[in-house]
């Protein structure tokens, strides 16, 4: 393709992506930039309404389709369950959106087995158990892009957090392994690093006044992120455009990682 075409190759009609985590807060914003972009999406989230609910409407006014499945990320045994569904509709993920993640937020001296083991299953587990069965089919086709949600705590230890910073962490050294695997072959495994997005996750953040302020005066942007601002990277590295680009770990921060 010609240099002066570069701009189909942001186009991804006729392309089906997976995303996880798709009914609200980033997940969502991608599932709708990628019908935008042209792609039909499959949707998996802990809590998704039959239907695929509001993220399906939002799809499907893109004129794309939507499917949509329930899963908890957090129980291995759904994790196979949704694989064994995901296999029997027999179609090719060209896309995986890796966005699911939680958080739990305690001192690290306090906090307990069951919060570690949860996050760590959720944010990095069924991470690696889903790109490595969706990934497989890519490699058969000798073709895809997959892509994982990292965050600041990918850099940095964070406070309160100490399974979220090991998964995220975790997760930089996930995408980096699987792309020294499959660059070769012709899958591309890459990670966006947004900074601090206003969503449900960092709710807790956002309502108390002084953590939120002294988050604010250190981004150079001096506001907050949208899941919106996170969605055009995320599509550049779904994209043809992003054929050459692999194991890296693009930041979306306003700026956060430059100071
Ligand atoms: N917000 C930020 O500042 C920020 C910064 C860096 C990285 N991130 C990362 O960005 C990703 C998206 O987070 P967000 O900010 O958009 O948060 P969010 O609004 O809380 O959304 C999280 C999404 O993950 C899904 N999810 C959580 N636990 C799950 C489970 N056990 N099984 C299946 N799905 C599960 C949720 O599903 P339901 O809606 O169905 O419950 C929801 O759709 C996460 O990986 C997060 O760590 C966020």
């Given at each position: 393709?010609?240099?002066?075409d570069?701009g189909?190759?942001?186009?991804?009609?006729?392309?089906?992506?997976?995303?996880?985590?798709c009914?609200r807060?980033?997940?969502?914003?991608?599932a709708?930039?990628?019908a935008a972009?042209?792609?039909?999406?499959?949707?998996?989230?802990?809590?998704?309404?039959?239907?695929?609910?509001?993220?399906g409407?939002?799809?499907?006014a893109?004129?794309?389709?939507?499917?949509?499945?329930?899963?908890?990320?957090?129980?291995?045994d759904?994790?196979?369950?949704?694989?064994?569904?995901?296999?029997?509709?027999a179609?090719p993920?060209?896309?995986?959106?890796?966005?699911?993640?939680?958080?739990?937020?305690?001192?690290?001296?306090?906090h307990?087995?069951?919060?570690?083991d949860?996050?760590?299953?959720?944010?990095l587990?069924a991470?690696?158990?889903?790109?490595r069965?969706?990934?497989?089919?890519?490699?058969?086709?000798?073709?895809?892009?997959?892509?994982f949600?990292?965050?600041?705590?990918?850099?940095?230890?964070?406070?309160?957090?100490p399974?979220?910073?090991?998964?995220?962490?975790?997760?930089?050294?996930?995408?980096?392994?699987?792309?020294?695997?499959?660059?070769?072959?012709g899958?591309?495994?890459?990670?966006?690093?947004?900074g601090?997005?206003?969503?449900?996750n960092t709710?807790a953040?956002?309502?108390?006044p002084?953590?939120?302020?002294?988050?604010?005066?250190?981004?150079?942007?001096?506001?907050?992120?949208?899941?919106?601002?996170?969605?055009?990277?995320?599509?550049?590295?779904?994209?043809?455009?992003?054929?050459y680009v692999?194991?890296?770990?693009?930041?979306?921060?306003?700026?956060w990682?430059?100071?």
């Amino acid at each position: 393709m010609s240099i002066r075409d570069l701009g189909a190759r942001f186009d991804l009609a006729g392309q089906t992506a997976l995303v996880t985590g798709c009914r609200r807060g980033i997940g969502r914003a991608a599932a709708v930039g990628l019908a935008a972009s042209g792609a039909n999406v499959v949707g998996v989230s802990a809590a998704l309404e039959e239907g695929g609910g509001d993220v399906g409407e939002d799809v499907r006014a893109c004129g794309r389709t939507f499917l949509g499945f329930r899963c908890d990320l957090s129980d291995r045994d759904s994790v196979y369950r949704l694989l064994a569904e995901l296999g029997g509709l027999a179609l090719p993920f060209d896309i995986l959106v890796n966005n699911a993640g939680t958080i739990a937020r305690r001192p690290a001296a306090e906090h307990s087995d069951d919060l570690w083991d949860r996050v760590l299953e959720v944010n990095l587990t069924a991470q690696f158990v889903l790109t490595r069965e969706v990934g497989r089919g890519m490699l058969h086709r000798g073709a895809g892009k997959a892509v994982f949600v990292a965050s600041m705590l990918s850099f940095q230890g964070g406070i309160n957090v100490p399974g979220y910073t090991a998964s995220k962490s975790g997760l930089v050294g996930l995408t980096r392994a699987l792309a020294n695997e499959w660059a070769g072959q012709g899958v591309n495994v890459n990670a966006v690093a947004p900074g601090y997005i206003k969503t449900d996750n960092t709710r807790a953040l956002q309502d108390d006044p002084e953590r939120s302020a002294d988050i604010l005066a250190r981004i150079p942007a001096r506001r907050w992120g949208t899941p919106d601002d996170i969605v055009g990277a995320i599509l550049f590295l779904c994209s043809s455009a992003a054929d050459y680009v692999h194991g890296s770990v693009l930041p979306v921060d306003g700026g956060w990682l430059a100071r």
